[in-house]
């Protein structure tokens, strides 16, 4: 990730994926190393590295959303990951619909969606 100014923790408002790739993410002319957590509010750095770090905890700040998407994608990066079951019973109990895939496809599907002007967000590792 090179150009643009440097993202450090959160930006405000909802912003198409620029790029993707060589560890982190390109988004409102900004660059960031790592996940991020891509919501109605706004994008945050997110600390998961790996499926292995899905708990429920991960995924608070979605549940704090005050208008929280309808559908969250999860990019698993590289290779997709099951989704443990009592992560997905606590997106079922919120009303949030989840979809599991590769972050290369959910940074897409993504903004797709936001160019529709669904309700939609993304919580996804990055990659290299």
């Known amino acids: 990730m090179s150009g643009g100014a440097r993202y450090e923790g959160f930006v405000p408002g909802r912003h198409l994926i620029d790029a993707y790739g ?3 993410f390109r988004f409102a002319d900004m660059s960031h190393r790592g996940s991020i957590l891509a919501l109605p509010s706004g994008v945050r750095a997110w600390e998961v590295t790996a499926p292995a770090q899905f708990t ?3 995924f608070e700040a979605v549940f704090a959303e005050a208008q929280p998407p309808e ?3 999860i990019g698993c990066g590289a290779e ?3 989704l443990p079951e ?3 019973w606590r997106f079922k109990e919120a009303r949030i ?3 599991v895939m590769q972050t290369g496809a959910a940074a897409r599907t993504y903004n797709i969606m936001l160019a529709e002007n669904r309700s ?3 919580a996804l590792i990055a990659v290299a």
């Open 22 to 24: 060589n560890g982190g």
């Open 56 to 58: 429920t905890g991960a």
């Open 71 to 73: 559908v969250l994608l």
């Open 80 to 82: 997709i990951a099951a």
């Open 86 to 88: 009592r992560i997905r």
């Open 97 to 99: 619909r989840i979809d």
């Open 120 to 122: 939609v967000g993304a």
